[in-house]
C-alpha cells in the first residue's frame, strides 16, 4: 500500500483468512473503511478451495469476488473500490521488514501479525485492526500491542442471553390493564380474546403467555396489531386424554412446544433447551401423529450436523442412511419410547409398530440437500446449532408445499469451529423469524429425563 494511498483517515482493517472462510462477503461488510489481505491469506484460500465441504465453497466464493473486483481494471496500489460499501481493498504488494520477536517467524499467522505491524509503523496516523476468529491469534496480537478484533458483523445479536424465548409472562395486574375493551369469542371449540394495552406491542405472533398464579392462564398470541393483539387460550397436552401418540407435556414449555408442533398453520419451528427437556421425544410423537393418524405429510426427514463430540472415528461403511445411523442415537432411543407407547399387542405388536415407523422415517445427509425439494413432508433438523446461517438457509429454503420445518438444538452446545451462540444458524433463523405469522419458538427450560441427569445438569 503506497504512502499517498486515498482514505487515510478510515480505518483500515487486515483479515485472516478464517473470516473469509467463515463469511465469503466479509469484504463487503466494513462500510466506509478500507480492507487489506496479506499475500499468506491468498496462500491459504488457495490452499482450502478444493473440496466439497462448506469451507471449500465459501473459499471459491472469495475468489470469484476478488477476480470480480480484479477485472475492473482499477489500479492496485490505488485499492480497488467495494461494491456496496464505501472503502477500498488493498493487497499486500511489499515485502514486510517486521522482524517478530523469538522463534515466531514463519508460520501464516505470524506472518499475518508481521503485515500488521509492518503496517501500523508505516503509517502510524492511521487505525490499524487485525481482524481473526481465531482466538489464539488475537491474543498473541494484543501481547504484541495490536488492536485486534473478533469478526462480529455476523452475530445476529450481541448477548446470547437476549434471544427470544417464545415466552412472555404475564404481571399480576394484567387483566385490570388491559380488560378495558375485552372483546372474547369462541370458534369451533376455540378460545379467542381481543386484547388492547400497552403490553401487545411488545408481543410477537404466535408467543406464548402465561400468568404465575392459581388462574394459570396460557395464551398463544394468534395476531398483532397497531395497538390490540388477539389470542388464543393454548390447548392442554398435559392431560392423558389429549396425549399425542401417547406422549403428554409433562410441563408448560413442553406444553405450548406441542402447541405449535400440532398447528397445521406454522410452517417454521425452532426448539432450544438443553439434554433432557424432551425436544426430540415431543417432536418425533407430533410428527407421527400428524402422518400416520391426521394424514397431513407423508414421512419424516430427519437430518443434523455431522461434527463429532470427540476424535472423529473415520469413514463409515454402507448407504447414506447406514452411514448417518450412527449419529442418530436420540433417534433410536426416542423411536422405542414411541415404538412401546404406540404398541398395545406384547412383543409382536411392539416390532410391528417399530416397523411401521422405520418405513416413514427417512434419516438423510445434510451434504446432499443442496439442489432438493421436500414436499408434504415433516423435515426435523436436530443439532442445528452447529450449522452456519448460511447452512440454515440452504436447508430452510429447501421446504416445498405442505412442509413443515422443526429445528431442534442447544446453543450452549456448540462443536462447530469459528460458531458461537451468537453466530449460530439457530440463533440466526430465532431472531429473523420472531415476527412472522407462520413460525413458532420456545426455549424448553425444565430437564424431564431423569433425577440424576437433572442434578448433573446444575452441579456439574
Not at 140 to 157: F, H, I
Not at 175 to 200: C, D, N, Q
Not at 242 to 269: C, H, K, T, Y
Not at 403 to 412: D, E, M, R, S
Amino acid at each position: 500500500m503506497p504512502e499517498d494511498a486515498p482514505f487515510q483517515k478510515n480505518k483500515l482493517y487486515v483479515l485472516d483468512t478464517n473470516v473469509l472462510m467463515h463469511d465469503p462477503s466479509a469484504l463487503f461488510r466494513f462500510q466506509e473503511h478500507d480492507v487489506l489481505l496479506p499475500m499468506v491469506v491468498l496462500e491459504e484460500l488457495d490452499n482450502h478451495k478444493r473440496g466439497v465441504s462448506e469451507t471449500a465453497r465459501n473459499v471459491r466464493q472469495v475468489s470469484r469476488h476478488l477476480d470480480e473486483l480484479l477485472s475492473s481494471g482499477a489500479d492496485l496500489n490505488g485499492g480497488l473500490p467495494l461494491p456496496h460499501a464505501q472503502g477500498r481493498l488493498f493487497f499486500q504488494t511489499e515485502i514486510h521488514q517486521h522482524i517478530l520477536p523469538g522463534n515466531m517467524a514463519g508460520k501464516g499467522d505470524n506472518q499475518i501479525l508481521a503485515v500488521t505491524l509492518d503496517l501500523r509503523e508505516h503509517y502510524p496516523d492511521r487505525e490499524i485492526i487485525l481482524v481473526s476468529k481465531d482466538i489464539n491469534l488475537r491474543i498473541k496480537g494484543r501481547t504484541l500491542g495490536l488492536r485486534v478484533e473478533d469478526y462480529t458483523t455476523d452475530q445476529a445479536l450481541e448477548d446470547a442471553d437476549l434471544l427470544y424465548t417464545g415466552l412472555f409472562p404475564l404481571p399480576g395486574d394484567f387483566w385490570e390493564t388491559h380488560a378495558k375493551e375485552l372483546a372474547a369469542w369462541k370458534e369451533e371449540g376455540r378460545s379467542f380474546y381481543r386484547i388492547t394495552g400497552p403490553l401487545v406491542r411488545q408481543w410477537h405472533p404466535n408467543q406464548f403467555l402465561f400468568t404465575e398464579d392459581d388462574s394459570d392462564f396460557n395464551a398463544v398470541v394468534r395476531e398483532v396489531g397497531p395497538d390490540y393483539a388477539i389470542i388464543e387460550r393454548a390447548q392442554d397436552y398435559q392431560q392423558g386424554r389429549s396425549s399425542v401418540w401417547g406422549i403428554r407435556a409433562r410441563n408448560r414449555e413442553q406444553n405450548f412446544a406441542l402447541n405449535l408442533l400440532m398447528d397445521p398453520d406454522i410452517d417454521f419451528i425452532t426448539i432450544l433447551g438443553q439434554a433432557g427437556t424432551g425436544k426430540t421425544l415431543i417432536t418425533l410423537a407430533a410428527a407421527l401423529h400428524q402422518i400416520l393418524d391426521e394424514k397431513h405429510y407423508n414421512e419424516i426427514i430427519i437430518t443434523r450436523a455431522t461434527v463429532p463430540v470427540g476424535e472423529d472415528i473415520g469413514y463409515l461403511p454402507g448407504t447414506e442412511e447406514e452411514k448417518m445411523m450412527p449419529w442418530m442415537g436420540a433417534l433410536e432411543d426416542n423411536l422405542e419410547i414411541l415404538g412401546q407407547n404406540g404398541g398395545d399387542g406384547g412383543t409382536w405388536g411392539r416390532q410391528a409398530t417399530q416397523d411401521l415407523l422405520s418405513k416413514r422415517i427417512r434419516v438423510k445427509s445434510m451434504s446432499f440437500m443442496r439442489g432438493r425439494t421436500f414436499l408434504n413432508k415433516f423435515v426435523i433438523i436436530d443439532e442445528a446449532q452447529n450449522l452456519t446461517p448460511k447452512q440454515m438457509k440452504t436447508l430452510v429454503t429447501r421446504a416445498g408445499p405442505q412442509t413443515k420445518i422443526v429445528c431442534l438444538g442447544n446453543i450452549a452446545q456448540i462443536d462447530t469451529p469459528y460458531l458461537t451462540e451468537t453466530t449460530s444458524g439457530l440463533t440466526y433463523v430465532v431472531d429473523r423469524f420472531k415476527d412472522w405469522a407462520h413460525s413458532g419458538h420456545i426455549t424448553l427450560r425444565r430437564g424431564e429425563r431423569s433425577r440424576l441427569a437433572d442434578y448433573a445438569s446444575d452441579a456439574l
